[in-house]
């Protein structure tokens, strides 16, 4: 069984462009986390989606948006970037919305902002 | 906020030594999950505790989950090179608020 995968594996912009990453989640899973991974700051949770809604949103600028597709898929967009976005993106996946669904990630997208 | 507080932030052991790390909440946790990442990789599940005072053992690991669960640990016995890597614990809780709240993670490195 195939995992979640991301792309593109790595990004380069410039600051104030825009960057789109991408993640299929696990077949048969519904619902696709995003977080950020910044150097020496650990996992910060960035969206959730779930059957194609966006059910939660962490502490993040409104700049930082996504949405799921109605094949699961989804899409992180970062809109004028800035510096500090440099990170590693992950995303992963969950058989549902429960508390006690396992997560499993990606490879993750690191995304350089120049 | 709702934060799970991890220590150490570094751990630095012989091979063969013994690794602990430690999680806290300030507020009651659904469950707690651990996960390790390799250097250069990403998270990887490792295990999910649920109930309280659960024990859960994976070979040389042991974990652990309070009996308030508030607080869970994650123990290695005799470590190898191949243990080497940042552990995370990551908590939920419940509801309908899906997404894991993630401590800060140890780094763990193994000298031969």
């Known amino acids: 069984e195939a995992g979640v995968t991301q792309s593109p594996t790595h990004l380069i912009k410039t600051r104030g462009q825009q960057a789109t990453l991408r993640c299929s989640p696990i077949s048969g899973h519904t619902s696709v986390y995003w977080y950020q991974q910044a150097l020496g700051l650990g996992l910060q949770f960035l969206l959730w989606?779930?059957?194609?809604?966006?059910?939660n949103r962490g502490n993040f600028p409104p700049r930082f948006s996504g949405r799921q597709f109605p094949n699961y898929s989804s899409e992180l967009n970062v809109n004028a970037l800035e510096l500090e976005d440099s990170a590693l993106y992950l995303c992963a996946s969950s058989v549902g919305q429960g508390p006690t669904d396992t997560q499993y990630f990606g490879p993750g997208t690191r995304l350089t902002v120049l | 906020g709702q934060q799970v507080m991890q220590i150490p932030q570094y751990q630095h052991v012989q091979e063969g030594e013994d690794f602990t790390t430690y999680c806290n909440s300030s507020?009651?946790?659904?469950?707690i999950q651990w996960y390790k990442q390799r250097p250069g990789g990403h998270p990887v599940f490792l295990i999910q505790l649920v109930k309280s005072g659960e024990v859960k053992k994976q070979k040389r690991l042991t974990f652990q989950f309070g009996e308030a669960k508030k607080n869970s640990s994650l123990h290695i016995t005799a470590t190898q090179t191949t243990d080497v890597g940042t552990y995370f614990c990551a908590g939920n809780y419940g509801g309908s608020q899906g997404n894991l709240i993630f401590g800060k993670g140890t780094k763990l490195s193994v000298k031969p």
């Open positions: 507020t009651t946790l659904s469950n």
């Open positions: 989606y779930d059957e194609g809604e966006e059910r």
